[in-house]
Every structure is written in C-alpha cells, then in structure tokens.
C-alpha cells in the first residue's frame, strides 16, 4: 500500500479531503491495546471512525490505487450514513458513479446512493427505481441480489 | 504524500477539531 496506493494523487486527495490519517504498526507492542479495541486480526486492515472512535466502516485486503480511490470514498460514504447525514453520503455516492463507474465498488455506491435518497425522503418510488437502475447496470453484482426482497 | 499520524489519541483529536473522520490503517512491516 505504502509503495503504491498511496503514493498517487487521487488516492492521497481522497484521504485528505475526508479523513485524518492515522498509521499502525501492528509489530509494535504500544500497539497492542489498541489492536484489541478494535479486534485487529489480518493486514491491510482498513477502518473509517467517527472522532469518538467508533468505527463506521471497514475492510480488509490490498487494493491498487483505482480501485483504493473509490473504495474509501463510498467508506466516507457509508460513515455519513450511518451519521444520518444523508445529503454528504449521497453527494459521495454520485460522485464514485461519475468518476469510478467501472469500479468495483461501484455496485454498493448505488445500492446506498438509494438508500441515502430514501432515508431523506422516504420515496419508495425513487429508491425502487435506483434498485431497478443497479440491476440493469450490475446484473451480477451481490448488491443486485441484496436488492431482492 | 500522505502525512500520517502514529497517535490514537492525536487522529480522534484532530478529527474532532477538523470535522473529518480517522482513516485507520493497521499494518505489518513484514
């Protein structure tokens, strides 16, 4: 990661934009209350948290800077989300579709672009039409299958 | 270049006083 996702510009844009960041080493025995607190298990272990530490998001797993971009934008995403700040999370969600539409978190920007229009409004009508949109635009995506209910 | 933070406690703080979130990266050296 450090030799080649977040060297580039987009990655280091995204980061800065949203998110202080914060580095550590999981050798390091200062470490380990805090790779405790968080049930650290496996590298690159990747989390969002609000300022109070509560974590909003998180994944596991290399990615390349393009795929890395997007990812941690819909994570911001998802933070605000859950914040109930529905207008930021859908302005992120729209912005990874334009920018990163073959992404492969593209699928999950759309599925909670839905549900952030949905949480504001309650238009059941727009959030089935954006679920409708998913599944003509990722037929195989699991989010299409978690569309289905 | 990314100007990363090694401090829990510095990260929550600024990203109280900035408005931001903690992006967290738990790493191995090896």
């Keep these: 990661m450090d030799a080649v996702t977040y060297p580039q510009n987009a990655v280091g844009e ?10 550590i080493d999981n050798s390091q025995a200062s470490a380990e209350p805090l790779l405790q607190k968080y049930r650290h298990i496996w ?3 990747i989390r969002i948290l609000e300022a109070g530490g509560n974590e909003l998001y998180r994944w596991n797993g290399y990615l390349p800077p393009f795929e890395f971009a997007p990812q941690l934008l819909v994570a911001v995403a998802h933070a605000h989300l859950r914040l109930k700040q529905f207008d930021a999370a859908g302005e992120i969600y729209e912005d990874v579709l334009k920018r990163f539409p073959t992404s492969l978190v593209a699928p ?3 599925y909670f672009l ?23 635009t990722f037929p195989s995506s ?8 | 270049m990314i100007d990363w933070l090694h401090s829990y406690d510095e990260a929550t703080a600024r990203a109280r006083n900035d408005g931001k979130f903690v992006l967290l990266d738990v790493f191995s050296p090896t």
């Design chain 1, 142 to 149: 699991e989010w299409t299958v978690k569309q289905n209910f």
């Design chain 1, 43 to 45: 590298t690159p272990d």
């Design chain 1, 14 to 23: 995204a980061i800065a934009a949203h998110c202080v960041p914060l580095q």
């Design chain 1, 114 to 136: 839905g549900v952030s229009r949905y949480r504001k409004t309650h238009e059941a009508n727009e959030l089935l039409r954006n679920w409708h949109e998913l599944e003509k």
């Design chain 1, 108 to 110: 999950e920007a759309f």
